[in-house]
């Protein structure tokens, strides 16, 4: 069984930038796939970022590309999403996840995080 604890949202202005740690625990975090997934207010859960265990691939939602970028330290058993140039349509319960296979914008997750709230104002 594999924890996630995501950390790092909060309140930010149109423009600005947030960091997003994902830490894990309770598995072979080098072996896992890693993904962010987001969730606003009256809409379904969408794909944000994608990784693969070693790193070397990655997949991002249209919305996001060029703005984030998922990152992974595995010595440290953590993930990472790096939010620049944020817009208020970003505001959204952000998870992360932890998949067997990589899937890129199709991948499921075997286990889940409890997520972090990030709000944007304008």
């Known amino acids: 069984q594999v924890q996630l604890v995501e950390s790092g949202g909060g309140l930010v202005q149109a423009g600005g930038s947030l960091r997003l740690s994902c830490a894990a625990s309770?598995?072979?975090?080098?072996?896992?796939?890693m993904g962010w997934f987001r969730q606003a207010p009256g809409k379904e859960r969408e794909f944000v970022a994608a990784?693969?265990?070693?790193?070397?691939?990655?997949d991002y939602a249209d919305s996001v590309k060029g703005r984030f970028t998922i990152s992974r330290v595995n010595t440290k058993n953590t993930v990472f999403l790096q939010m620049n140039g944020l817009k208020p349509e970003d505001t959204a319960i952000y998870y992360c996840s932890a998949s067997r296979t990589y899937s890129g914008s199709k991948g499921r997750g075997d286990y889940w995080g409890q997520g972090t709230q990030v709000t944007v104002s304008s």
């Open positions: 990784i693969s265990w070693n790193g070397v691939r990655t």
């Open positions: 309770g598995g072979t975090f080098s072996t896992y796939a």
